[in-house]
């Protein structure tokens, strides 16, 4: 349920094309960083090779291939599919986890700093909708297991 | 004007009060229909929640519209991230109305709904589009003539163009607009569109987002750019902090970084203290020192009307 998704058709026309590297910024400024490389192994069933590559994560989500892509589509969903596939084995960066944590706990990725927003005569930060969200989020957990575990089989 | 609730997003309030001090100063003194609204949680930031679960991506963010949507209010937000991830996924939800019955199933739970009613703008399209030069040039007390700005527009301020639909993604020209509008040159450079490089910071990649942040900086100081003016927090820290932290280690390169609610500020005549830019770890003062200076001297058309009017020799 609401999972992230590839799409091998479009992912096929990547292959033949390439033209989004000539204008990625981690293409031209990380030497290795290649998502042409990784969506060969993609497309040959070798995705797993790049699992535990530093690469997957050197993606900026700049969306320069996206918008200069004649599918409108963009190297970066290969990119993100393989760091979702990696996270979910606990390969990543330990900033990552770090950043997860807080937000599933807190809702946010930091509090107000109360003390200097006194010094510049800031009013009181609203309410945060932590509460909410963390019924939601445990919400969604329980509808996806449901989903897979219809009669609530194997949930011992 | 429609009223509108502004999305701070987690980075600002966290890190960057003071940009939250001059975007509150700007938005007064424009008298525009602004609204803080209880509620709102982490937009969330795609980089890191998208990757682990993107459904806990698309939930987070459409429970943040849902609040605006419920109010009939529009949102604007001084954060590209914020509004370019809501975006994505109002976007996502409207393109694909199996998801957003799915989506709002949940919400029901807590009492919400997702319409996707709401326009969500970033403050500086918003500004050009919403508020609109004329508005913005009455409000100049003392215009930036003579000072060379960079841009950086953010890769989220106006990308991806499908969800955000406010500029060209790969041309765009609204910020340049405002800032000549301010009376400053808009440099027009190599690197002006290359992402800021701030995510490395946050996959344990530090020295490559400096090696980023580099590339711009050298850039610009070789063409004598007087400030790099943004609108983002992620490329504020980008280039604030870690351009200080490369001052530290013996590399200068001297440019001051202004927020777009600042430089806006600047000119509408507050003072740099009271917008906080004396906060900022790139010191601000050549910049303001320059700017004072130029309007020191006398009007550029003075020598040549003297000239003109002088007794003739001949
Ligand atoms: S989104 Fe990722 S792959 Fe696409 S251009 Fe930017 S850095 Fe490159
Ligand atoms: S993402 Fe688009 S531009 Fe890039 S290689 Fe694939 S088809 Fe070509």
């Not at chain 1, 004649?70 to 979910?88: D, S």
């Not at chain 2, 009492?111 to 326009?119: H, I, P, V």
């Amino acid at each position: 349920m609401l999972e992230a998704t590839l799409n091998f058709k479009l992912l096929e026309q990547c292959s033949k094309c390439g033209a989004c590297f000539s204008i990625c910024p981690s293409c031209m400024h990380i030497p290795g960083y290649d998502p042409r490389a990784v969506i060969r192994d993609i497309l040959d069933g070798n995705h797993d090779k790049w699992l535990s590559s530093r690469h997957i994560w050197q993606c900026l989500e700049c969306h320069h291939c996206l918008e200069i892509c004649y599918q409108h589509y963009g190297f970066e969903n290969a990119m993100t599919a393989l760091r979702t596939i990696a996270a979910k084995k606990g390969i990543h960066p330990t900033q990552v986890k770090r950043g997860w944590e807080m937000f599933v706990k807190t809702s946010r990725l930091g509090e107000p700093a109360l003390p200097a927003r006194k010094k510049l005569g800031l009013p009181e930060p609203k309410a945060s909708g932590a509460d909410e969200f963390k019924k939601l989020y445990a919400m969604l957990k329980a509808a996806r297991e449901k989903k897979e575990n219809p009669e609530g089989k194997g949930s011992e | 004007m429609k009223e509108f609730a502004v999305f701070w997003g987690c980075t600002i309030q966290t890190r960057f009060p003071f940009i939250e001090k001059s975007t509150r100063i700007v938005l007064e003194s424009f008298k525009l229909p602004y609204r803080d609204i209880d509620g709102f949680t982490c937009c969330p930031e795609k980089s890191l929640v998208n990757n682990i679960d993107h459904g806990a991506f698309v939930v987070t963010a459409a429970r943040n519209v849902a609040l605006v949507d419920e109010l009939d209010y529009d949102l604007v937000s001084p954060c590209t991230g914020c509004v370019s991830n809501l975006a994505t996924v109002k976007g996502e939800l409207r393109a694909n109305p199996r998801e957003k019955a799915e989506v709002n199933k949940l919400l029901k739970e807590v009492g919400r709904e997702f319409k996707g009613t709401s326009k969500l703008q970033h403050l500086v399209p918003f500004f050009h589009d919403t508020v609109g030069v004329h508005a913005i040039k009455q409000k100049i007390k003392k215009d930036f003539t003579g000072m060379r700005i960079g841009i950086h527009y953010g890769c989220h301020m106006i990308r991806p163009s499908h969800a955000l639909r406010n500029d060209d993604p790969l041309e765009p020209r609204k910020f340049d607009t405002l800032i000549t509008a301010l009376g400053a040159q808009s440099l027009q450079f190599m690197t002006k569109m290359m992402c800021c490089g701030q995510g490395l910071d946050r996959i344990d990649e530090h020295d490559r987002a400096l090696h980023f942040a580099r590339i711009k900086l050298k850039e610009l100081k070789s063409l004598g750019c007087d400030a790099l003016v943004l609108c983002c927090p992620s490329c504020f820290l980008q280039f604030d902090n870690n351009q200080f932290l490369m001052e530290k280690e013996g590399e200068k390169f001297g440019i001051p970084v202004i927020y777009f609610t600042e430089l806006l500020g600047l000119a509408m005549g507050y003072k740099p203290e009271d917008l906080g830019m004396d906060l900022h770890r790139v010191d601000c003062t050549p910049f303001i020192k320059k700017w004072e200076s130029l309007s020191e001297r006398p009007p550029r058309e003075d020598a040549i009307e003297d000239g003109l009017n002088a007794p003739g020799e001949l």
